[in-house]
């Protein structure tokens, strides 16, 4: 995250430079925002990220806000493919305060990891100033998509974790089972 991060912060800082009209001061048209995330595997498909999670390179995302009274699109971005740290970044001009915005897996390059998880196939942005959000660098949560089977190291990275409940035994969590 921390090499994408200071080259995205570059090229926003590129990008806004040279296209915004400073004579115009902040005006909401000429508000820009940079959406960056991450995607990664959950090798344990346990729907969290844990130290086994790897990130996925080629992964495609995009980004998409609709009017939060009639769901109208009002931004949608090119398909955003991540880089070899399976990080992504986007540019997204205007301000959404009357919309909701959500970054969304599209799908994985990997046929081994390639179910989206429930609780992270989609991460809302927060793209506008009016709600006390201030700064233009906008995180987005890392969204994963799940192995086919878990590591068979799962097990223990999961106990060292306090998931003592999810032991084999238990019958929640068995690394060698097919799904
Ligand atoms: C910036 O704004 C000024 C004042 O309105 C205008 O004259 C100028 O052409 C603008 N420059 C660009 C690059 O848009
Ligand atoms: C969102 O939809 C409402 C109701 O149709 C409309 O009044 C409003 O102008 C729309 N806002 C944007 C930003 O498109």
């Not at 959500?102 to 429930?118: I, W, Y």
């Not at 799940?146 to 223990?156: G, I, S």
Request: aromatic share 10%; hydrophobic share 35%; charged share 25%.
């Amino acid at each position: 995250m921390a090499n994408i991060s200071i080259i995205a912060l570059l090229c926003f800082t590129i990008c806004v430079s040279s296209s915004l009209n400073y004579s115009y001061g902040a005006a909401e048209e000429n508000m820009m925002y940079m959406v960056v995330g991450h995607v990664y595997c959950d090798t344990c498909r346990v729907e969290f990220e844990t130290k086994l999670s790897e990130p996925i390179s080629g992964a495609v995302v995009k980004l998409e806000c609709r009017n939060r009274t009639n769901e109208a699109i009002t931004f949608q971005s090119q398909e955003l493919v991540t880089d070899n740290h399976g990080d992504y970044h986007v540019i997204v001009e205007g301000d959404y305060e009357e919309s909701d915005c959500d970054v969304a897996l599209v799908r994985s390059p990997r046929a081994d990891c390639s179910d989206p998880t429930e609780a992270w196939r989609k991460s809302r942005v927060v793209l506008t100033t009016f709600d006390g959000l201030s700064g233009k660098l906008r995180f987005a949560n890392n969204l994963g998509f799940k192995k086919d089977k878990a590591l068979p190291q799962c097990t223990r990275i999961l106990q060292e974790m306090g998931y003592y409940e999810l032991s084999p035994e238990a019958g929640y969590f068995t690394p060698s089972s097919k799904l």
